[in-house]
């Protein structure tokens, strides 16, 4: 599995190819690079002269010389750069800094204009509007009037066929412009015409080579940014311009097939993990019916530690801690049927046992062996974000992960409902059946309850227990805008415990597992 390359990994390795001329064969009738790189530079001469462009007078002009070494020279200046270039290419290849073969390359403006609350056909955009190769979330822009659009429409003045590249924020994404609106960029895009196949070069961005560099050259502190500088210095591998097409032909032939591999390694990937989570539900549900590990006969039984946790919970009752229930529950087992006794009556109960368990395992209300609080949300005005500000205050599952409860950032100094360290969480409302552990003491509103053992009882797997009984909770839910179970479902749950020492059994076979499942 972990072997496998990935579409992207796929996706990067045809691209690399593509720039190092290893994707499509040459073509010695082709004209070569050099020969298109001359026509470019007297095709910018001519712009130069008849006014369209600014002449750069730091232009710089890469060659081979006699020792076939690559050289760079900028004004009077030439030097080596052969150390600089990041692979090898053709011979009928060229490298060159991309400015060298562009007819625009500007940047966005660096203080936009505030947008207004109309909605118009005048769009700024950001770098957050680019992505997967195509302008997104175009309900997402800054609106204009059509007189300042134009200002700004100015600089950047975006045309069909242009490459928009992202250069601060989210950095080198691309995408080749359809030229279907009214539309102007902030700073942090990067709008570039030039005189060989836009589309080659906007591959020649995607490749990895690329994507390192921008990703290991950017600057800034708070946002990072490949600026204009930045870019327009970038070494760019420039091929004859009929291969330019070629490779562009061959990849747009591939890329169905790599969405393809895609597709199938979502789908490979979802089987395994459904496959794994199956497999976890169905080691719990063993678990949970005393059938992973063997029963030890010198264990000391459930019924004890039971006895145990009923003086537990009777001392509580007697020092004020908790209160005493006026419907107590006892379950007992009698002539191979389950009884319950139950405000001093007694009824059998075999039609609520969901499966059987072993000899030395008891079954017991939750209400029985465990405190549980029903969530209460404080007053609005005692919600703060200071870590300072008293309890940290978990009104739902938002801060569940996939087994223990992560640090909210909400904090209340008038806590109403507190949950115990060491407890279980039940999401009761929009979602039901959730459960977490968590390891601290908590104010919990209206969306969870608190579960924790009196004593003797491993938390750890009580969450796991709990994690089975989901369908349970989902089954004996109510309501019609959002799903919620009572107080009563909750303490009227049937649920099995073990002895003692199967516990600690149980736990280590579960972890042991689960670490070769993962």
Known sequence: MEDRMTAQQLKNSILQMAVQGKLVPQDPNDEPASVLLDRIRKEKEQLIKDGKIKKNKKESYIFRGADNLHYEQIGKEVRCIEDELPFEIPDSWEWCKLES???????????????????????????????????????????????????????????????????????????????????????????????????????????????????????????????????????????????????????????????????????????????????????????????????????????????????????????????????????????????????????????????????????????????????????????????????????????????????SNVYTNQPTKLCPSSSVLLSVRAPVGKVNIVDRTICIGRGLASIKPFIDFEIELLYYFLTTLEPYFIDHSTGSTFKAITSNIVKDCLLPVPPKNEQNRLLVAIKKIFSLLN
């Open 101 to 407: 073969i562009c007819s625009k390359l500007v940047d966005g403006d660096h203080n936009p204009p505030k947008g207004i609350s109309i909605q118009t056909n005048y769009l700024m955009c950001s770098s957050t509007n680019i992505n997967n190769d195509k302008l997104t979330n175009l309900e997402k822009v800054r609106y204009l009037t059509e007189e300042v659009f134009n200002k700004e429409n100015e600089r950047t003045r975006c045309k069909k066929g242009d490459i928009l590249f992202t250069s601060v924020g989210s950095l080198g994404r691309s995408c080749i412009y359809e030229g279907d609106l009214n539309i102007c960029f902030q700073r942090s895009v990067s709008v570039i015409a030039t005189f060989i196949f836009n589309q080659y070069l906007k591959y020649f961005f995607d490749n990895p080579f690329f994507q390192n560099r921008v990703n290991k050259e950017a600057t800034g502190t708070a946002q990072k940014g490949f600026y204009l500088n930045q870019l327009a210095s970038s070494l760019i591998a420039i091929p004859p311009l009929n291969e330019q097409y070629r490779i562009v032909d061959k990849i747009k032939q591939l890329e169905p097939l790599i969405e393809k591999y895609n597709h199938a390694e979502i789908r490979l990937y979802e089987l395994n993990s459904n496959i794994k989570q199956q497999l976890k539900k169905s080691i719990l549900q063993y678990a949970i019916e005393g059938k992973l590990v063997p029963q030890d006969l010198n264990d000391e039984p459930a019924t004890v530690l039971l006895e145990r946790m009923h003086k537990e919970k009777e001392k509580l009752i007697a020092d004020k801690k908790i209160k005493k229930d006026k419907n107590e529950s006892m379950i007992y087992r009698r002539d191979n049927s389950y009884y319950e006794k139950f405000d001093k009556c007694e009824r059998c109960i075999n039609d609520q046992i969901p499966f059987e368990i072993p000899n030395s395992w008891c079954w017991e209300r939750l209400s029985s062996f465990c405190i549980i609080n029903m969530g209460s949300s404080p007053k609005g005005n005692s919600i703060n974000s200071d870590e300072k500000g008293g309890y940290e205050f978990h009104q739902g599952k938002s801060f569940f992960s996939s087994k223990h409860l992560l640090k």
